[in-house]
């Protein structure tokens, strides 16, 4: 990053956000100098805004911020993608990303956010939250419960139970790895090092 070159493109360069566990494209904002080091030392996501004439940070009003997680600088050196968390909604209007675009793709890590936000703000009136409270060995047992009925329903011919039941399997799997500490991108890794071990041989 140290040969990037704010004054090419006289001192504000674009900065892509991009969510870093669904790969959505969030936004698109404005960096200068200093706002990239502000971004850099504070890890929140921080704009030059051209309507205000000033530095902006993400979320500084409403409490949404992004939490910088990677930054790419492109093959010009005149623009940035920035790999972020998003800490609620990122538009204004209160959708995900600022591009009116149905994206999909990537929603276990959209819940497994909220998962961590639920948890994390001790939200009581929360399912997610209630179950945590009651410890691993709850948690693991609910996990039990659900594949057992998964494999019920695996036998059975209404598809609709099925899909009920993996999708009930998976978000108590979620919360199970929230409970453990640990997250998808772990288990990918795992699966990762496997995948490419068999590829070696």
Known sequence: MSNFNFEK?????????????TQQVLML???NAEAYQKTLETRKV??????KNRLWTKGETSGHFLIMQEMYIDCDQDTL????LPQGPTCHKGTVSCFEEDYRAGFLYQLQTVIDQRISTQDKDSYTYKLYQKGIHKVAQ??????????LEANGKDTLLF?????DLLYHFLVLLRAKG???QDIEQVLRERHEGKNKK
């Open 46 to 51: 921080t704009f030059f805004s051209r309507s």
């Open 9 to 21: 493109a006289n001192g504000l360069i674009p900065a892509i956000v991009q969510h870093a566990f």
């Open 29 to 31: 904002g404005y960096m």
């Open 182 to 184: 640990l997250t998808l």
């Open 81 to 84: 993608l920035v790999k972020a």
């Open 163 to 167: 899909q009920n039941e993996a999708a």
């Open 142 to 151: 609910k996990v039990g419960e659900e594949a057992v009925e998964l494999i």
